[in-house]
């Protein structure tokens, strides 16, 4: 979790990623009107963003403007950004939710679930609980090193 938080923890990082996956938008005009930004902190998000292989830029079709495509990698934040806004929607919209999220196909509204593999069930938020892996314990000494002097 730390280590997505430090690609796209970042408020501008999370409204960038929305707009162009929800929003369809590829320019840096069209981000930096929607969201009003600052040009310098959208283009050193955008750059992140190409860096960590989440977007990808390139020379538009009809226009020599530089255009930022999600990349598959990009488009796995999907379900983050809906999981965001459940929470939102649920704890911090008194008036309602101001866009729902919807199955193009048929038009019903998509919802997040926790669902386990094993048993096939979907468990209550207070059954479900982290353990630590292997790789964890690799990620804890390569910290200690770094921390170490």
Known sequence: MTRALEIA???????ILRNAIFGGMTRFSEFQRSLGIAPN???TRLE???QEGIMANS??????????????KGLD???VIIALREWGDRWAAP????????????GGRVELRLFCKKCEEE???KNIVARPTKAYTVYQRKLSKTTDL
């Open 9 to 15: 923890g970042e408020r501008w990082s999370f409204l």
């Open 41 to 43: 902190i959208l283009a």
């Open 48 to 50: 992140n963003f190409v």
């Open 59 to 72: 020379k538009g079709d009809a226009s020599e403007h530089l255009e930022y495509r999600l990349t598959p």
């Open 77 to 79: 934040f999907k379900p």
């Open 95 to 106: 008036e309602g939710p101001p866009v729902v999220v919807e199955h193009e196909g048929c």
């Open 123 to 125: 468990p209550k938020l």
